[in-house]
Structures are given as C-alpha cells and as structure tokens.
C-alpha cells in the first residue's frame, strides 16, 4: 500500500501523511510483548507508514529499542524518523523509578528535564545509541508547555533554559548534519508561536491542539508557520480517544476521562458525520491534513486493529459537504481550511 506523501520545502524532509506515534510501544497503560510490538509495526510498514515519532520518555526508553530492532533492517533512506530531548534517563530501582502506573515492565528509570546544551547533545547521543543509528532526521524538544511544567514561570524558564542552550546545540546538529531539521514537540500552540519569533525553526509536533474539537492555533500560530516555511506534524488527533471512539461513557479527552460538554460536541460532530456516511475517526484523521503546513498525522495505535483503523482513516476521502455543515452547525472554526 502507498500512503500520500508531503515535503517540508526548507528541509526537503518527506513525510508519510500518516505517522507511527511509538508512546503505545513503551508499553503505555499496559505491557505489549516484543511480538505483538513487532507485529504493530510490521502491520504499519505493510501499510506503507515510513515516519516514525519516537522519544526517550515513550516506555524510559523501550521505544527507542523496539524501533531500533525493528528497522534494523530496513534501508535507512526508506524511512524518516524523529525523537525527542529536553528529558534525560538515569538508573533507577523499580521502587523509584519514574512512570509508576503509566508505563508497564519498562527499564528502571527515572527523568531528568534538561534543555542545557550539554543536557541536550547527551540526550541525542543516548538515543542514537538505543535506536542504532548515526543521524536522524527529525528533533523536537519535548514538552515545553504549560502542562508539564505546571506554572507559567516554570515554563518561561524552560523556554528560556532551551533557547540559551539547548536551540544552540541543535542548531549545530543540523550544520553538521546529524539531524536534518528540528524544533518543539508540546500540548499547546502557544510555545510553537512564541518560539517561532525567536528563532530558526523546520517542523513542529502539535499534540491535540488542532483537531476537529480544536482550533484555537488558527489565530496566530499557524498563520505565522505558513508565512515561516514552518511545518506541522498533529499528534493526538483523536484528543485522547474521544474523536476515536466516540461520546461513550469513560471515553477519553486530554488524557482524562472526557467531561459532559466534550461528550455533546463530541456526538453533535458524529450526527453529522453519519449524516455524510463518514466514520468519526475518518473525519478526525483527514481535519488537520486540510491545513497547508500540516505535514503528517501520528495517532498512537496499541493493537493491531487500531493500526488497521488508522491506515483505513489515511485512505478515506471526505465529502466537502461535511466541512460545510460542521461550519454551519457552529461545531469547526469557519476560517479553517477544508
């Protein structure tokens, strides 16, 4: 199977528009075995998926280690690949390790947030090195965003702490061409903008944050990566499961359990989309692609038939009348592009 495929201009970099999102292959939630890992990502390159996000903190670097046997033997230049710094590992036991309830038999570790130069270059060596390569194509500094680091002060420091060091390193990474292009990896457009006015940025990773249930990065940021040259990567198109599954009870929004008002937009959107013939999921995959600067989509796929579902979303053709009633019901923003 072909997936379409879009290129980053400044970088040249090709991206499948759908990704491979590895957090589940860290065993999040619950433990998968290396066959059924294996078996999720043979299932995705049948399929014809060749960008794979990745990042040390996906399982305290089990991701990094699965994918590194995985494409072992696959031609490096049939594939890109992105990970993540801003996070280092250090040895731990299994009473203090860090992730106690969210990743399952994972290495004993524990993080260490560090966006310094030294932090960062150490960081990327450590992941070249579980994921056996020599350059890879794609960096994010992961999380600089208000939901990790609790407090707008904390995070403005980070920013900070980033730009006088960490934006350094990988800007030398990129000149000597160890990685081919760079930028954030966060949960809120807010530090995607403020980090585009300050500095020399390729491809974000936006993790829910423009989706069919949101829009609010129409306003400013995208606009500025159009004008920028700057690409887009959506993470958590289904915002946690919600768009996937459905308004159903214990359905998923953000990472917690989705409240009363999610759920009715939620099944206000799905009215429509049954109306058109067209599943939820399909309608929440192919959104963000109808934005210029969106250059792949990487849901998380934990199974073999959620992989099978997103390959499905990847191929589906929306009818444009769907984008128009979803408009004229008030449930999508009437500037965005369909």
């Given at each position: 199977m072909q997936l379409d495929r879009r290129q980053h201009a400044r970088s040249a970099l090709s991206l499948t528009t759908l990704g491979f999102g590895t957090a589940p292959l860290g065993n999040l939630y619950r433990a998968i075995s290396d066959s059924e890992a294996d078996a999720i990502l043979d299932a995705a390159w049948q399929g014809g998926i060749r960008y794979y996000d990745t990042a040390p903190l996906y399982g305290l670097g089990l991701a990094e280690t699965r994918l590194n046997r995985f494409l072992r033997d696959k031609p490096r230049d049939t594939y890109l690949l992105s990970t993540k710094v801003g996070r280092l590992l250090k040895p731990a036991t299994a009473q203090t390790r860090d992730g106690q309830g969210k990743w399952f038999e994972v290495p004993n570790r524990r993080e260490l947030y560090d966006y310094g130069y030294d932090g960062v270059m150490r960081s990327l060596e450590f992941s070249l090195e579980r994921l056996g390569l020599d350059r890879i194509d794609l960096v994010f500094a992961h999380d600089l965003d208000l939901f990790n680091h609790g407090s707008q002060a904390a995070l403005d420091a980070r920013l900070h702490e980033f730009m006088a060091g960490g934006y350094r390193a990988l800007l030398e990474l990129r000149e000597a061409g160890t990685i081919a292009a760079f930028a954030a990896g966060v949960n809120e457009w807010e530090p995607c903008h403020w980090l585009t006015e300050r500095g020399d940025f390729d491809i974000f990773l936006l993790a829910g944050r423009y989706t069919l249930l949101e829009q609010g990065a129409l306003a400013q940021?995208?606009?500025?990566?159009?004008?920028?040259?700057?690409?887009?990567?959506?993470?958590?198109?289904?915002?946690?499961?919600?768009?996937?599954?459905?308004?159903?009870?214990?359905?998923?929004?953000?990472?917690?359990?989705?409240?009363?008002?999610?759920?009715?937009?939620?099944?206000?959107?799905e009215v429509l989309c049954k109306r058109h013939g067209v599943r939820l999921i399909d309608a929440a995959f192919q959104f963000p692609l109808r934005h210029p600067v969106v250059l792949s989509v990487i849901p998380g796929g934990q199974g073999l038939s959620e992989m099978q579902s997103n390959l499905a979303a990847a191929q589906t053709s929306i009818p444009p009348a769907l984008w128009q009633d979803l408009k004229a019901a008030g449930l999508m923003q009437s500037a965005a592009p369909t």
């Open positions: 940021f995208l606009p500025l990566a159009e004008a920028r040259g700057v690409g887009l990567v959506i993470g958590g198109p289904y915002n946690s499961g919600v768009l996937a599954s459905g308004p159903k009870p214990g359905a998923f929004y953000n990472y917690d359990p989705a409240p009363p008002a999610i759920l009715e937009q939620v099944a206000q959107i």
